[in-house]
């Protein structure tokens, strides 16, 4: 087994690495007191190249692998979790059209996000989040198309997006059976998108209600067959779950790096932080955890490159790096004391960022029921 890089690898992580440094990091921290996402960065990424790089190139995409996706991830985390998710939410919205999309669909939408266009999945309603099976949002069967009628909640972009995957019940009886997904226009009539909601974390990623009032979408909007909405958002997440993984990877990083930085300056009794066992300890542990979270997370990644599946290692790979980045922030503001309690240290953004986590794109707790029906 191959750990190392290619060296077209490590020239894509080295381009975000620098980016993530110099654009983004800087602005983090007013970004996040104003609760409002920088538009110049999402221009600049996509001119460098770091968006959009696993849609195929016949479509205008770099055509690269997860792995790239994984390592610009978590360059773009290590500086502002809630930038670098951002940035990253069309590819979520992009995968249902890559896996299901007809050529036509392919052709007009994922060349709309390689010409610069955002988008948004939209999948999780106010009563059903973990239990996908639970959505409410009807989708009637109608002349020339659906209707579409219902709410969504915490859709990522939604304020900034051009067009939305969307999931509804096209037989309310069937259960995840009966759940099917489409691509509806921004602009479509019926369709109305509320003011970012205020959150703990993550405040520079806009996450807003959708409000669908009988929206009509045309036939040709629908994405494969009626019924096959669970299962096309089920391989969605085997493939984006390693970038989310990532997510927690680059803020277990740079949680390291701010306690290593700072127990290393910081006296106490005489001597450095770092020379007490006690503090040496939490940064041993840290670096641990990281290279833990980074293994399987490059592993599912890998795996996914290969055509083998990964939904085991996806799970255990997004579970273990968001629990881990939540820890990691604890163990932060411990390291750093009361100043970690303090907005004048990046410490406290980094607690608020990571807890979200282990809640979207599949809870903590449902990534370990998924890994416990793959042990069967």
């Not at 490590?10 to 620098?18: E, F, H, T």
């Not at 709410?151 to 099917?180: C, P, R, Y």
Request: hydrophobic share 45%; aromatic share 8%; glycine share 8%.
């Amino acid at each position: 087994m191959q750990f190392e890089l290619t060296e077209e690898q490590k020239q894509i992580q080295a381009l975000a690495q620098q980016f993530s440094k110099k654009e983004i990091q800087g602005i983090a921290s007013q970004a996040d007191k104003a609760a409002q996402f920088p538009m110049h960065i999402y221009s600049d990424a996509f001119s460098l190249g770091l968006l959009n790089s696993v849609l195929p190139q016949q479509y205008g995409g770099a055509g690269l692998g997860c792995m790239e996706l994984v390592l610009i991830t978590e360059a773009l985390c290590h500086a502002c979790l809630g930038i670098g998710a951002a940035l990253c939410i069309n590819t979520l919205a992009a995968e249902p059209i890559v896996i299901a999309g007809t050529h036509e669909q392919k052709e007009k939408y994922l060349k709309r996000l390689t010409s610069g266009a955002m988008a948004s999945f939209a999948l999780t309603e106010p009563s059903a989040g973990s239990d996908v099976a639970s959505i409410k949002t009807k989708a009637e069967k109608v002349s020339g198309g659906y209707r579409l009628t219902g709410g969504k909640i915490w859709i990522s972009n939604a304020n900034m997006a051009e067009f939305f995957v969307v999931f509804a019940k096209t037989d309310a009886q069937a259960g995840h059976k009966g759940l099917s997904a489409f691509i509806v226009e921004a602009d479509s009539e019926g369709l109305s998108v509320g003011t970012p909601l205020p959150k703990m974390g993550q405040k520079a990623a806009p996450t807003c209600e959708v409000f669908l009032d009988g929206v009509f979408v045309p036939d040709s909007q629908l994405l494969g067959e009626e019924g096959s909405g669970f299962s096309i958002a089920m391989k969605v997440f085997d493939r984006t779950r390693p970038m989310v993984a990532a997510f927690g990877v680059g803020l277990i990083q740079r949680c390291f790096d701010e306690s290593l930085a700072y127990a290393s300056q910081r006296q106490s009794m005489g001597k450095s932080l770092m020379s007490h066992q006690a503090i040496a300890h939490k940064l041993a542990d840290m670096r641990l955890r990281l290279e833990a979270a980074r293994l399987l997370t490059y592993q599912s990644a890998w795996r996914l490159d290969c055509g083998l599946n990964n939904t085991l290692e996806a799970s255990m790979a997004k579970v273990n790096a968001a629990d881990s980045a939540m820890w990691a922030a604890t163990e932060t503001i411990q390291i750093f004391g009361g100043m970690g309690y303090s907005t004048e240290y990046p410490a406290e953004k980094l607690f608020r960022d990571a807890k979200v986590l282990q809640i979207y794109e599949g809870t903590s707790e449902i990534q370990r029921n998924i890994i416990a029906s793959e042990l069967i």
